[in-house]
C-alpha cells in the first residue's frame, strides 16, 4: 500500500497557523501592534547602542557635578556621584531587556517542553499539572522574591527565580492548546497513518499552538521587566555597580526630595517598555488568536 | 453550599501539602550552608553552630522534613531570627493591617474597575472608551512601587496632604486609616484597575451583544435596566473569578509597598526578612499567605454561586 | 377588510460596514390586519429579521440607518422617541426570538423576567403580576407553572424555554406579536406543538401574528397571508392559498419545489442554484435574476415592480403571470 504523505492531510488548524506573509499584512494594521512596536523598536535600539550613544561611562563620577538637574546638557539631569543619568539609564534598559529576554528564552524552551508532554502525551499531566498548581498558589512576585532571597542576590538569580515563577504559567497556556489541536481531525488522521507520536507532536500540534505561545511570551517579557525592578528594588538583584532600571529607582528613592527625577525617569522608562509589550501582545492577541479577543457590536 | 464548601476545603490538603514542601525546600536553594548565610559575617563559629542547631539543619533531610510538617501540623512555622519570636505569632499579629490595606484596596478596584469598564463599554468605539483604553494599558504598565514612590512626592513632599507613611487602624482612626492607607490601597490598585477594567469593558460587550439582551430591550425596558439590572448581573460573573487574581497581585505587591510606606503589615515583615536573610520568617511567610490565598479563593468560589444560579442551585463545580 | 393594525411602507435598512454601506432592507412594505397572521418567508440574509427589529425599533441606531414609515395603529414608530417607543415594545408588541436557549437571562429566575415585564408596563402589584405570570405560564402549557416560577433558564428544554418566552411576550396582551423563527431551534416533534400552540394563543386572544421563517411547512400550517421575502426585497406577496396553488415569482416556486412534502408533483427534490447576491453589490435589476431560469435580458435592466397578479396577490417578476402558468422557460 502506498504511504500516505501525512502533510497532505494537514487541515486548517482551529487556531491561526503561522502564515508569515498574511500575518505580517494584519499586525500592520493593528494600531496597537504597530505602537507597541515602534515603541520597543526604540527602547531596544538605544539600549543595545547603549555602548556607543552613552554620553559617559554610567559609572563615572564626577562630584563636582552633583544633583544637576534635566537640562540640555544633562536630559536626564546626575545622580548624587555626579554620574550622568542618561548613561545610566540606557545601560540600566540594557540590563533589564536583558534579565527579560533571558526569562522569556526559558519561558519559550521549558513551557514548551512541559505543556507539551503534559498536553499530549498525558502520562506526567496529573503531576506536573499538580506542581505548576502549587507553584501558582503564590503569588507570583512574591514567589520570586522568596526565591531569590534563598539564592542569594545576582543577575542569575532574577532570571531562574522569574523564571520558574511564569513557566508553569506558560506550560499551562501550551498545554491548553495541545490539549485542543491533538484532537482535530487532521492529527487524528495523521496519527491514523501512522505518523510517530514525536513527528505529530513536532509538525502538526506545536506549529498550531505558536500563536498563543508567542501572545503568552509576550506578556511573560512585560511580566518579567516589571517583576526584574521590583526584586532589584529589593537589592536582589544585580549589584549596584551593573545599574539597572530597579535599582536605579533604589537608589534615586534616597534622594527622592531633593532629586525627584532619579527615581521618576527609571521608571518612566520601565513604563514605557512594558506598555510597548503590552500594546504589542494585544496586537499578537487579536491578530494571531481571535478567539480571546471579545469583538460584540 | 456547606458540601461544596467542604468539598473544597478537603480539595485543598494536597495542594497544601505541595505548597508547604516548596516552601520547605526553598532553604535547599541556599547556596553553600544556610547557617552561614543567617549568620551573617560577622558570626562566631559557635553562633552559627547555634543557628545551625536551632533550624535542625544538623539532622538528615528526612527528619528536618518530618519535623517541618510535625511542627505545621501545631501551627507552628518555626521562630524569626530576627525578632527572636515565633513566626506564626509575627504574622498574625501583622494580619489585621495587610487585611484592612488590601480591602480598602480591593474596594477601590472593584469600584472603579467596574465603573470604567462599563462606561467604556457603552460607549464603545467613542473617544470615552479609547480613553479608558489607554488609560487602563497604562495602569496595568506601571511599576506600582515606583507610582508609590510618585505619589509620595506629589501628596507628601509637593502638596503636604498625606504623611510618607506609617500606619493607624480603622478601629482606633478612621480619618487616621484613610490619611495613612490611602497612597498605599491606590498604588497597589492601579494595577487591578487597569485590569479589572479591561476584563469588564471585554465582557460587557460581549454581554451587551448577547441575545437575552435584545429579549430585555424587546420588552420595553429602559436602558438603565437593561445595563445596570440584565448585562450587569452577568458581568459580575467573570469579574467574580478575577478576585482570586486580584488579590494574589494584591499580596504580592504588599511586600514592596508596605516596606515603601513603613505600613507594619506581613508585607514589610516579608520585606525586612529578605533584607536580613532571616529565612524561617520567608519560609513562614510564604506559606501562610499562599495558605491564605487559598482559603480566600474558596470564599471567592463560593460566592461565585452567589452570582451564578447555574452553579447555585446544581451545586456543581 | 378594517384597517391595517400595522402597516411598513417603503422600509430601508443600511449597515454600516467594511464595504460601505449595505442595504439589507430595500424598499419594502407589508401590512397586517388586526387578528391576521401574516407569514414572511425567505432565506438568512434576505432581510427579513432585520424588517421585524425595525419595527421594535431595535436596530443598533449606530450602525444602521433606517427609513421608510413603520405605522402602528396609526403611529409611525419611525417618528417615536425612544421613551414613547418603550411603551410599545414589551406592551403593544410583544417579539419572540429564534434562540430560546440563550434569549432567557440566565441569572434570573423565569418568574421574575416574566414580572418584570409586567410591572413595568402596568400599575400592578408584585404580588398580582406573580400571579398573572403563573396564569401565563400556564397558558403556554408549562406543567405546574406556580413551582417553576422560581425556576432559573438553565433548568428548563429549549422548547420549554420558548414557552418561557412566549408568555413573557404575552403577558401584556399585545396586539400583534413578532416571532422570528420561532420553532427553528426546536426539535422537530416540539416545533410541530410549539406551532399549534401559537396557532391556539392566536385564536384565543385574537392577535396578528407576524411570523419570519424559512420553513414553507410552517406558513402553510399558520399564516394568513405571506410575503416572500429574497435578498433584502418583496418577491411576492399573496393570500397563503393562491401563493401555494399559483406562485408567480420563480423564486417562489423554487421555495416550494425544494421543501419535501409541498413538492408533490415532481418525484426529486429541487433545490435552487446559485446563492444570495451580495447586499454590498447587488445585481443592477432583479435581485434573482443571476439564479433564475426564467430571465430576460429585461431582467437585469431595472428594478421589477410589485404588481398585482390576482386578489390581494402581487408579484415582482416581469414574466409572473408565465411563471404562474407553470410552462418552464
Same mark, same amino acid.
Given at each position: 500500500?502506498?504511504?500516505?504523505?501525512?502533510?497532505?492531510?494537514?487541515?486548517?488548524?482551529?487556531?491561526?497557523?503561522?502564515?508569515?506573509?498574511?500575518?505580517?499584512?494584519?499586525?500592520?494594521?493593528?494600531?496597537?501592534?504597530?505602537?507597541?512596536?515602534?515603541?520597543?523598536?526604540?527602547?531596544?535600539?538605544?539600549?543595545? #547602542?547603549?555602548?556607543?550613544?552613552?554620553?559617559?561611562?554610567?559609572?563615572?563620577?564626577?562630584?563636582?557635578?552633583?544633583?544637576?538637574?534635566?537640562?540640555?546638557?544633562?536630559?536626564?539631569?546626575?545622580?548624587?556621584?555626579?554620574?550622568?543619568?542618561?548613561?545610566?539609564?540606557?545601560?540600566?534598559?540594557?540590563?533589564?531587556?536583558?534579565?527579560?529576554?533571558?526569562?522569556?528564552?526559558?519561558?519559550?524552551?521549558?513551557?514548551?517542553?512541559?505543556?507539551?508532554?503534559?498536553?499530549?502525551?498525558?502520562?506526567?499531566?496529573?503531576?506536573?499539572?499538580?506542581?505548576?498548581?502549587?507553584?501558582?498558589?503564590?503569588?507570583?512576585?512574591?514567589?520570586?522574591?522568596?526565591?531569590?532571597?534563598?539564592?542569594?542576590?545576582?543577575?542569575?538569580?532574577?532570571?531562574?527565580?522569574?523564571?520558574?515563577?511564569?513557566?508553569?504559567?506558560?506550560?499551562?497556556?501550551?498545554?491548553?492548546?495541545?490539549?485542543?489541536?491533538?484532537?482535530?481531525?487532521?492529527?487524528?488522521?495523521?496519527?491514523?497513518?501512522?505518523?510517530?507520536?514525536?513527528?505529530?507532536?513536532?509538525?502538526?500540534?506545536?506549529?498550531?499552538?505558536?500563536?498563543?505561545?508567542?501572545?503568552?511570551?509576550?506578556?511573560?517579557?512585560?511580566?518579567?521587566?516589571?517583576?526584574?525592578?521590583?526584586?532589584?528594588?529589593?537589592?536582589?538583584?544585580?549589584?549596584?555597580?551593573?545599574?539597572?532600571?530597579?535599582?536605579?529607582?533604589?537608589?534615586?528613592?534616597?534622594?527622592?526630595?531633593?532629586?525627584?527625577?532619579?527615581?521618576?525617569?527609571?521608571?518612566?522608562?520601565?513604563?514605557?517598555?512594558? #506598555?510597548?509589550?503590552?500594546?504589542?501582545?494585544?496586537?499578537?492577541?487579536?491578530?494571531?488568536?481571535?478567539?480571546?479577543?471579545?469583538?460584540?457590536? | 453550599?456547606?458540601?461544596?464548601?467542604?468539598?473544597?476545603?478537603?480539595?485543598?490538603?494536597?495542594?497544601?501539602?505541595?505548597?508547604?514542601?516548596?516552601?520547605?525546600?526553598?532553604?535547599?536553594?541556599?547556596?553553600?550552608?544556610?547557617?552561614?548565610?543567617?549568620?551573617?559575617?560577622?558570626?562566631?563559629?559557635?553562633?552559627?553552630?547555634?543557628?545551625?542547631?536551632?533550624?535542625?539543619?544538623?539532622?538528615?533531610?528526612?527528619?528536618?522534613?518530618?519535623?517541618?510538617?510535625?511542627?505545621?501540623?501545631?501551627?507552628?512555622?518555626?521562630?524569626?531570627?530576627?525578632?527572636?519570636?515565633?513566626?506564626?505569632?509575627?504574622?498574625?499579629?501583622?494580619?489585621?493591617?495587610?487585611?484592612?490595606?488590601?480591602?480598602?484596596?480591593?474596594?477601590?478596584?472593584?469600584?472603579?474597575?467596574?465603573?470604567?469598564?462599563?462606561?467604556?463599554?457603552?460607549?464603545?468605539?467613542?473617544?470615552?472608551?479609547?480613553?479608558?483604553?489607554?488609560?487602563?494599558?497604562?495602569?496595568?504598565?506601571?511599576?506600582?512601587?515606583?507610582?508609590?514612590?510618585?505619589?509620595?512626592?506629589?501628596?507628601?513632599?509637593?502638596?503636604?496632604?498625606?504623611?510618607?507613611?506609617?500606619?493607624?487602624?480603622?478601629?482606633?482612626?478612621?480619618?487616621?486609616?484613610?490619611?495613612?492607607?490611602?497612597?498605599?490601597?491606590?498604588?497597589?490598585?492601579?494595577?487591578?484597575?487597569?485590569?479589572?477594567?479591561?476584563?469588564?469593558?471585554?465582557?460587557?460587550?460581549?454581554?451587551?451583544?448577547?441575545?437575552?439582551?435584545?429579549?430585555?430591550?424587546?420588552?420595553?425596558?429602559?436602558?438603565?435596566?437593561?445595563?445596570?439590572?440584565?448585562?450587569?448581573?452577568?458581568?459580575?460573573?467573570?469579574?467574580?473569578?478575577?478576585?482570586?487574581?486580584?488579590?494574589?497581585?494584591?499580596?504580592?505587591?504588599?511586600?514592596?509597598?508596605?516596606?515603601?510606606?513603613?505600613?507594619?503589615?506581613?508585607?514589610?515583615?516579608?520585606?525586612?526578612?529578605?533584607?536580613?536573610?532571616?529565612?524561617?520568617?520567608?519560609?513562614?511567610?510564604?506559606?501562610?499567605?499562599?495558605?491564605?490565598?487559598?482559603?480566600?479563593?474558596?470564599?471567592?468560589?463560593?460566592?461565585?454561586?452567589?452570582?451564578?444560579?447555574?452553579?447555585?442551585?446544581?451545586?456543581?463545580? | 377588510?378594517?384597517?391595517?393594525?400595522?402597516?411598513?411602507?417603503?422600509?430601508?435598512?443600511?449597515?454600516?460596514?467594511?464595504?460601505?454601506?449595505?442595504?439589507?432592507?430595500?424598499?419594502?412594505?407589508?401590512?397586517?390586519?388586526?387578528?391576521?397572521?401574516?407569514?414572511?418567508?425567505?432565506?438568512?440574509?434576505?432581510?427579513?429579521?432585520?424588517?421585524?427589529?425595525?419595527?421594535?425599533?431595535?436596530?443598533?441606531?449606530?450602525?444602521?440607518?433606517?427609513?421608510?414609515?413603520?405605522?402602528?395603529?396609526?403611529?409611525?414608530?419611525?417618528?417615536?422617541?425612544?421613551?414613547?417607543?418603550?411603551?410599545?415594545?414589551?406592551?403593544?408588541?410583544?417579539?419572540?426570538?429564534?434562540?430560546?436557549?440563550?434569549?432567557?437571562?440566565?441569572?434570573?429566575?423565569?418568574?421574575?423576567?416574566?414580572?418584570?415585564?409586567?410591572?413595568?408596563?402596568?400599575?400592578?402589584?408584585?404580588?398580582?403580576?406573580?400571579?398573572?405570570?403563573?396564569?401565563?405560564?400556564?397558558?403556554?402549557?408549562?406543567?405546574?407553572?406556580?413551582?417553576?416560577?422560581?425556576?432559573?433558564?438553565?433548568?428548563?428544554?429549549?422548547?420549554?424555554?420558548?414557552?418561557?418566552?412566549?408568555?413573557?411576550?404575552?403577558?401584556?396582551?399585545?396586539?400583534?406579536?413578532?416571532?422570528?423563527?420561532?420553532?427553528?431551534?426546536?426539535?422537530?416533534?416540539?416545533?410541530?406543538?410549539?406551532?399549534?400552540?401559537?396557532?391556539?394563543?392566536?385564536?384565543?386572544?385574537?392577535?396578528?401574528?407576524?411570523?419570519?421563517?424559512?420553513?414553507?411547512?410552517?406558513?402553510?400550517?399558520?399564516?394568513?397571508?405571506?410575503?416572500?421575502?429574497?435578498?433584502?426585497?418583496?418577491?411576492?406577496?399573496?393570500?397563503?392559498?393562491?401563493?401555494?396553488?399559483?406562485?408567480?415569482?420563480?423564486?417562489?416556486?423554487?421555495?416550494?419545489?425544494?421543501?419535501?412534502?409541498?413538492?408533490?408533483?415532481?418525484?426529486?427534490?429541487?433545490?435552487?442554484?446559485?446563492?444570495?447576491?451580495?447586499?454590498?453589490?447587488?445585481?443592477?435589476?432583479?435581485?434573482?435574476?443571476?439564479?433564475?431560469?426564467?430571465?430576460?435580458?429585461?431582467?437585469?435592466?431595472?428594478?421589477?415592480?410589485?404588481?398585482?397578479?390576482?386578489?390581494?396577490?402581487?408579484?415582482?417578476?416581469?414574466?409572473?403571470?408565465?411563471?404562474?402558468?407553470?410552462?418552464?422557460?
Amino acid at each position: 500500500m502506498a504511504a500516505v504523505d501525512a502533510d497532505s492531510l494537514r487541515g486548517p488548524g482551529l487556531l491561526e497557523r503561522l502564515r508569515p506573509g498574511r500575518t505580517a499584512r494584519r499586525l500592520m494594521r493593528n494600531r496597537a501592534f504597530v505602537l507597541g512596536a515602534i515603541l520597543l523598536t526604540v527602547v531596544a535600539v538605544v539600549t543595545l #547602542l547603549a555602548p556607543w550613544i552613552s554620553p559617559s561611562d554610567p559609572n563615572r563620577m564626577a562630584v563636582r557635578f552633583r544633583f544637576r538637574e534635566p537640562s540640555w546638557e544633562y536630559p536626564f539631569g546626575t545622580d548624587n556621584l555626579g554620574r550622568n543619568m542618561v548613561s545610566r539609564v540606557l545601560w540600566g534598559g540594557r540590563l533589564s531587556l536583558e534579565i527579560g529576554l533571558w526569562v522569556v528564552m526559558l519561558n519559550a524552551v521549558f513551557g514548551v517542553m512541559l505543556g507539551a508532554v503534559s498536553g499530549y502525551f498525558r502520562r506526567l499531566d496529573g503531576l506536573l499539572m499538580r506542581v505548576a498548581d502549587a507553584l501558582m498558589a503564590f503569588p507570583s512576585v512574591l514567589l520570586a522574591i522568596g526565591i531569590a532571597a534563598a539564592l542569594g542576590p545576582s543577575v542569575t538569580t532574577v532570571v531562574i527565580a522569574l523564571a520558574v515563577v511564569y513557566i508553569p504559567r506558560t506550560a499551562r497556556v501550551l498545554r491548553a492548546s495541545v490539549l485542543v489541536v491533538r484532537e482535530l481531525d487532521y492529527v487524528q488522521a495523521a496519527r491514523a497513518c501512522g505518523a510517530s507520536d514525536l513527528r505529530i507532536l513536532l509538525r502538526h500540534v506545536l506549529p498550531n499552538c505558536m500563536a498563543p505561545l508567542i501572545v503568552q511570551l509576550s506578556f511573560v517579557f512585560a511580566y518579567a521587566v516589571l517583576s526584574e525592578a521590583v526584586l532589584s528594588f529589593l537589592g536582589l538583584g544585580a549589584p549596584p555597580t551593573t545599574p539597572s532600571w530597579g535599582i536605579l529607582i533604589a537608589e534615586g528613592r534616597s534622594y527622592i526630595r531633593e532629586a525627584t527625577w532619579l527615581t521618576a525617569i527609571p521608571g518612566a522608562a520601565i513604563a514605557v517598555t512594558v #506598555l510597548g509589550l503590552n500594546l504589542l501582545g494585544d496586537g499578537l492577541r487579536d491578530v494571531l488568536d481571535p478567539r480571546l479577543k471579545v469583538d460584540a457590536r | 453550599m456547606a458540601r461544596y464548601t467542604l468539598k473544597r476545603l478537603l480539595q485543598m490538603i494536597p495542594l497544601l501539602l505541595l505548597v508547604s514542601l516548596i516552601s520547605f525546600g526553598l532553604i535547599k536553594l541556599v547556596p553553600g550552608d544556610p547557617a552561614v548565610v543567617m549568620g551573617g559575617s560577622n558570626a562566631t563559629p559557635a553562633e552559627i553552630e547555634v543557628i545551625r542547631r536551632n533550624l535542625g539543619l544538623d539532622q538528615p533531610l528526612w527528619q528536618q522534613l518530618l519535623s517541618f510538617y510535625a511542627n505545621l501540623a501545631r501551627g507552628d512555622l518555626g521562630r524569626s531570627l530576627l525578632l527572636g519570636q515565633p513566626v506564626m505569632e509575627a504574622l498574625v499579629e501583622r494580619t489585621p493591617v495587610t487585611l484592612w490595606i488590601s480591602l480598602y484596596s480591593l474596594i477601590l478596584t472593584v469600584v472603579v474597575g467596574l465603573v470604567t469598564g462599563i462606561v467604556a463599554a457603552l460607549r464603545h468605539n467613542t473617544w470615552v472608551d479609547q480613553a479608558v483604553s489607554i488609560l487602563a494599558l497604562i495602569g496595568v504598565s506601571l511599576p506600582n512601587f515606583w507610582l508609590g514612590l510618585m505619589m509620595i512626592v506629589l501628596f507628601s513632599v509637593w502638596l503636604g496632604w498625606l504623611p510618607t507613611g506609617g500606619y493607624v487602624a480603622p478601629s482606633t482612626s478612621l480619618v487616621g486609616f484613610l490619611q495613612t492607607a490611602t497612597m498605599p490601597a491606590l498604588s497597589l490598585a492601579l494595577l487591578q484597575i487597569g485590569l479589572l477594567t479591561r476584563i469588564t469593558r471585554s465582557t460587557m460587550l460581549d454581554v451587551l451583544g448577547q441575545d437575552y439582551i435584545r429579549t430585555a430591550r424587546a420588552k420595553g425596558l429602559p436602558e438603565t435596566v437593561v445595563v445596570l439590572k440584565h448585562a450587569l448581573a452577568n458581568v459580575m460573573i467573570p469579574v467574580v473569578t478575577v478576585i482570586g487574581l486580584i488579590l494574589s497581585v494584591l499580596l504580592s505587591g504588599s511586600v514592596i509597598i508596605e516596606t515603601i510606606f513603613s505600613v507594619p503589615g506581613i508585607g514589610s515583615l516579608l520585606g525586612n526578612a529578605i533584607l536580613r536573610r532571616d529565612y524561617p520568617m520567608i519560609q513562614g511567610g510564604l506559606l501562610f499567605v499562599a495558605a491564605a490565598l487559598m482559603l480566600l479563593n474558596i470564599v471567592v468560589d463560593v460566592l461565585y454561586g452567589v452570582f451564578d444560579p447555574r452553579v447555585r442551585v446544581d451545586g456543581r463545580g | 377588510m378594517s384597517a391595517p393594525l400595522l402597516t411598513v411602507t417603503d422600509l430601508t435598512v443600511a449597515f454600516r460596514s467594511d464595504e460601505g454601506m449595505v442595504t439589507a432592507v430595500d424598499r419594502v412594505s407589508f401590512a397586517v390586519a388586526p387578528g391576521e397572521v401574516l407569514g414572511i418567508v425567505g432565506e438568512s440574509g434576505s432581510g427579513k429579521s432585520v424588517s421585524a427589529l425595525a419595527v421594535m425599533g431595535l436596530l443598533d441606531k449606530a450602525a444602521s440607518r433606517v427609513s421608510g414609515e413603520i405605522l402602528f395603529e396609526g403611529e409611525n414608530l419611525l417618528a417615536l422617541s425612544e421613551k414613547r417607543m418603550r411603551t410599545i415594545r414589551g406592551r403593544r408588541i410583544g417579539m419572540i426570538f429564534q434562540e430560546p436557549m440563550t434569549s432567557l437571562n440566565p441569572v434570573f429566575s423565569i418568574g421574575d423576567q416574566i414580572v418584570e415585564t409586567i410591572v413595568h408596563h402596568e400599575r400592578l402589584g408584585r404580588q398580582a403580576a406573580r400571579e398573572r405570570a403563573v396564569a401565563m405560564l400556564d397558558k403556554v402549557g408549562i406543567p405546574s407553572a406556580r413551582r417553576r416560577l422560581d425556576d432559573y433558564p438553565h433548568q428548563l428544554s429549549g422548547g420549554m424555554r420558548q414557552r418561557v418566552m412566549i408568555a413573557m411576550a404575552l403577558a401584556c396582551s399585545p396586539k400583534l406579536l413578532l416571532a422570528d423563527e420561532p420553532t427553528t431551534a426546536l426539535d422537530v416533534t416540539i416545533q410541530a406543538q410549539l406551532l399549534d400552540l401559537l396557532r391556539d394563543l392566536q385564536a384565543e386572544l385574537g392577535m396578528a401574528v407576524v411570523v419570519i421563517t424559512h420553513n414553507m411547512g410552517v406558513i402553510a400550517e399558520f399564516a394568513d397571508r405571506v410575503s416572500v421575502f429574497y435578498a433584502g426585497r418583496v418577491a411576492e406577496t399573496a393570500p397563503a392559498e393562491a401563493l401555494f396553488d399559483r406562485p408567480s415569482h420563480p423564486y417562489t416556486r423554487g421555495l416550494l419545489a425544494s421543501t419535501p412534502e409541498m413538492a408533490e408533483e415532481t418525484d426529486r427534490l429541487r433545490t435552487i442554484p446559485g446563492t444570495l447576491p451580495s447586499l454590498a453589490k447587488p445585481p443592477p435589476g432583479c435581485r434573482f435574476a443571476p439564479r433564475c431560469d426564467w430571465a430576460v435580458a429585461l431582467c437585469d435592466a431595472r428594478r421589477p415592480p410589485l404588481e398585482m397578479v390576482g386578489e390581494g396577490h402581487a408579484s415582482a417578476c416581469l414574466r409572473a403571470a408565465e411563471v404562474a402558468g407553470g410552462t418552464v422557460a
